[in-house]
């Protein structure tokens, strides 16, 4: 990267924090769309949203037919066309031949689905699905632990089930609504009604899918911002389909397809993109890399193998539930970076995770010893393969007296004395 770029970035990310006003405040500001803009031109959001557009084309009928299912339980089955329809309707007059297709596609593999087979095949195919829709929030949010196999089926089951639900709990009160006394008033709110929908859409999965916790305000911004985005896209690409009538007319009847996958595209890059701003509102730290691996020294590791240590003992008393993602707040780094810290304590046999996620101590701080803690860190492999490295002796021998010296430095001393000491306390 050229020098003058990344004093750009340096002045921006960095210095900006502590500048006064006027300049100080604006250029904070700034710093969200320009990490964003960055993280869409050099990022792997692209090929995240575009895996999901494929995904989605050939899922789209199966998740129909089980969103038809549900919303008949509803009452709410035939509202199902409103829906696809508004979603497909910046592709102009296009849209309803799409939607009819669509819907018929989906009436005919409904009607063809019988028997436990069949119904299996559904649910595998709706599940995989929504596992490749959770792994691309995930990655957006930095997280390398995905939900346990009890988590994720209970919580693919509730957003199968809740969201048409919601769908059809919309569906039913704007009904109700534009048959009462204020009809008058949303007759003039209709054409802001889709893109509300698709805000309150967005929020919900922002909340919902990601394995870690997203604060209420972030999930809302990032909403907010990817709503207002998606109604300005839907009008540019409405224009853009009526203009350019005569170059797609040379695709044929290819046209509806490929206009039906960009238009799905840049569905998902705006809903990943309005989930990276999520990101960046919860946690501002991590604008400055983006989605850069970032790496601890070997200082860095074992100050974070100690503090995660102090945190589960202190845990012991408070009762408090500390999980990786849980952690990696309280330390202000990314999961990405705690993980392997984590895998070698684990390795080592200090740490044990229970099936609700949440990481315990193996055994009582008392017997827990700090130099356990370094030889965790420095002597453990974070991943399954092991590199031998054949070193000059000189070389080992000088390691070994080092090692040796923090031995005896170190002691007897355990984790129960460190974590109940006020002067090494860790907030």
Request: aromatic share 12%; with cysteine.
């Amino acid at each position: 990267m050229l020098r003058w770029v990344e004093a750009l970035e340096d002045g921006l990310f960095r210095k900006s924090r502590t500048l006064a006003p006027p300049w100080g405040p604006i250029l904070r500001q700034i710093r969200y769309p320009v990490a964003i803009i960055r993280d869409w031109i050099t990022g792997e959001i692209n090929v995240q949203a575009m895996s999901l557009a494929y995904t989605t084309l050939l899922s789209l009928a199966p998740l129909l037919v089980f969103i038809f299912s549900v919303l008949k339980g509803f009452g709410a089955r035939d509202d199902l066309r409103i829906v696809v329809f508004e979603f497909f309707r910046p592709m102009g007059s296009q849209a309803a031949q799409l939607t009819g297709n669509v819907m018929q596609y989906a009436e005919n593999l409904r009607g063809g689905i019988a028997g436990s087979i069949g119904f299996a095949l559904l649910l595998y195919s709706v599940t995989t699905t929504v596992q490749k829709i959770e792994a691309s929030f995930n990655f957006v949010w930095r997280v390398l632990t995905p939900r346990n196999f009890a988590r994720r089926f209970s919580g693919y089951l509730s957003v199968m089930i809740g969201g048409p639900a919601l769908i059809a709990a919309i569906l039913g009160l704007l009904s109700s609504v534009q048959q009462g006394p204020i009809a008058r008033w949303t007759g003039t709110m209709a054409p802001a009604v889709p893109y509300a929908l698709v805000t309150l859409v967005f929020a919900f999965m922002y909340s919902l899918i990601p394995n870690t916790r997203v604060k209420p305000f972030a999930a809302m911004v990032g909403a907010l911002a990817a709503g207002i985005t998606w109604a300005l896209v839907s009008q540019l690409f409405a224009a853009f389909i009526l203009y350019s009538s005569q170059m797609l007319a040379v695709y044929t009847g290819f046209a509806v397809v490929l206009t039906a996958l960009i238009w799905i595209y840049l569905n998902w890059l705006i809903l990943l993109l309005g989930a990276q701003l999520a990101f960046y509102v919860q946690y501002p730290q991590y604008l400055r890399h983006g989605q850069e691996s970032v790496e601890l020294t070997g200082s860095a590791r074992e100050q974070v193998a100690f503090s995660v240590a102090i945190l589960l003992a202190r845990n012991e008393r408070g009762k408090n539930f500390w999980t990786s993602n849980t952690l990696a707040s309280a330390l202000d780094i990314p999961s990405t970076a705690l993980a392997p810290v984590l895998g070698c304590l684990e390795r080592a046999g200090l740490l044990v995770a229970t099936p609700k996620e949440y990481f315990m101590l193996s055994r009582d701080p008392v017997n827990i010893y700090l130099f356990e803690l370094l030889d965790a860190v420095r002597l453990q492999q974070p991943g399954r393969l092991l590199v031998t490295v054949h070193a000059d002796a000189l070389a080992t021998n000088t390691i070994c007296e080092i090692e040796s010296a923090m031995r005896q430095q170190l002691g007897q001393r355990t984790l129960e004395g460190l974590s109940a000491s006020n002067s090494h306390r860790v907030e």
